[in-house]
T-cell receptor
Framework: GAVVSQHPSWVICKSGTSVKIECRSL??????MFWYRQFPKQSLMLMAT?????????EQGVEKDKFLINHASLTLSTLTVTSAHPEDSSFYIC???????????????FGAGTRLSVL | GNSVTQMEGPVTLSEEAFLTINCTYT??????LFWYVQYPGEGLQLLLK?????DKGSNKGFEATYRKETTSFHLEKGSVQVSDSAVYFC?????????????FGSGTQLTVLP
């Protein structure tokens, strides 16, 4: 099946620094990628939809200036957590939609996630 | 709006027991339905899907049938194994709009004991 690589898998940073997380579709092209946040023992919360070559669409309540998303190519989207604080500590997961899957398929393939710990 | 309601966990079963995890949904139009599985420390993996009413998705011994009349997509497996221990998420995708975003249920933790 399709593979989505997410890097790094775990990052620890100091409060006030910025952290960049990469999401790559390895064997398919993805015009649309999604970024989620998952709190312990809870479901995934969609943060934003990343569109190749255009601005990301953020969900209500998600700070655009805090979580910068860049989708510069059909296989790469990045999420930068700017000026991170302890409350930003969480598990961040990306997914990429296989654009060949058709209207009713919507097959999304997920990365393994990035655990961010802000000290 | 769209929403997914899942059976609350955690669920603990003995090996070879029968598994049912209930999932119901609320959606406009005709959504596609999915079950994803998340093993410890990993991202989500698609387990099975169904795109229209009465479709049955199946994979690795798991099954779920898209029931439009009861707006349900319950996950079942006849004989669970220890390796099935994971968190299971029911999800739907909107049938309109170009983004095809997924809406997830809250997840159900399954533990299978030997």
């Amino acid at each position: 099946g399709a593979v989505v690589s997410q890097h790094p898998s775990w990052v620890i940073c100091k409060s006030g620094t910025s952290v960049k997380i990469e999401c790559r579709s390895l064997d398919f092209q993805a015009t649309t990628m999604f970024w989620y946040r998952q709190f312990p023992k809870q479901s995934l919360m969609l943060m934003a939809t990343s569109n190749e070559g255009s601005k990301a669409t953020y969900e209500q309540g998600v700070e655009k200036d805090k979580f910068l998303i860049n989708h510069a190519s059909l296989t790469l989207s990045t999420l930068t957590v700017t000026s991170a604080h302890p409350e930003d500590s969480s598990f961040y997961i990306c997914s990429a939609r296989d654009q060949t899957s058709g209207i009713y398929q919507n097959i999304q393939y997920f990365g393994a996630g990035t655990r961010l710990s802000v000290l | 709006g769209n929403s997914v309601t899942q059976m609350e966990g955690p669920v603990t079963l003995s090996e070879e027991a029968f598994l049912t995890i209930n999932c119901t949904y609320t959606a406009t139009g005709y959504p596609s339905l999915f079950w994803y599985v998340q093993y410890p420390g990993e991202g989500l993996q698609l387990l099975l899907k169904a795109t229209k009413a009465d479709d049955k998705g199946s994979n690795k011994g798991f099954e779920a049938t898209y029931r439009k009349e009861t707006t349900s997509f319950h996950l079942e497996k006849g004989s669970v194994q220890v390796s099935d221990s994971a968190v299971y998420f029911c999800a739907l995708s909107r049938s309109s709009g170009s983004a095809r975003q997924l809406t997830f249920g809250s997840g159900t933790q399954l533990t299978v004991l030997p």
